[in-house]
């Protein structure tokens, strides 16, 4: 796609987009903000309306996102196209893999919302550690990073992406880790310093 706007335009636009996904991902995510959300609604939708609005940020991102013309890197042929292809779906599987590990299907808000409807009491959350948690602390958000960096043609825009998306994981999982220790207390302190975060640590 041929760029539609200036250079600085582009990139201001993109920052802004990027950091606007951000934004709603971490101010959503901390405590004090969801205990506000659900003076408004029930405690039960409190997690789909986050997904929710991640949709809407996303589908924001899709149509405003500006193209920056050049290229990084273009790998158009032999074995290091067919690498980076390799990583890239094998990324985002993993995400996704790793998402249905930690049940799928309450971390995008699903569960809590049929447990509600049919008058069904939500079991505790019980932080265990399973399959891929048992080697790293994170492996959705290495997934995305993997599918974000391994790609054949690296477009300037692109490269702005990965790093924005790379930039705002890390900060985000400081705060995501620092509300596990507050909420798991030494449990989660143990899991951080026998498990890495997204590489397995030496034994």
Known sequence: MPQRVDTMSAILIDIGLIALFGL???VMAREGFKRMLTRSIPEASERS???????????MMCLFYQPIDGYLWKVEEGIGKWLLEFGFVF???????ASFIINHFELFGLQQVY?????????????KEK????????PIQLGVLMGMWLTPVMSYGHLLMAVGFTVYIFIGLYFEE?????????EYQDYKERVGLMFPKRK
């Open 24 to 26: 709603q991902h971490s």
């Open 49 to 59: 309306t986050y997904v929710l609005l991640s949709g809407v940020t996303f589908i």
């Open 91 to 97: 990324g985002w599987s993993l995400s996704v893999y």
């Open 115 to 127: 447990l509600y409807l049919t008058g069904k009491e939500a079991r505790p959350v019980v932080f």
């Open 131 to 138: 399959q891929l948690y048992r080697f790293i602390r994170h």
């Open 178 to 186: 620092r509300d596990l220790v507050r909420e798991l207390g030494k």
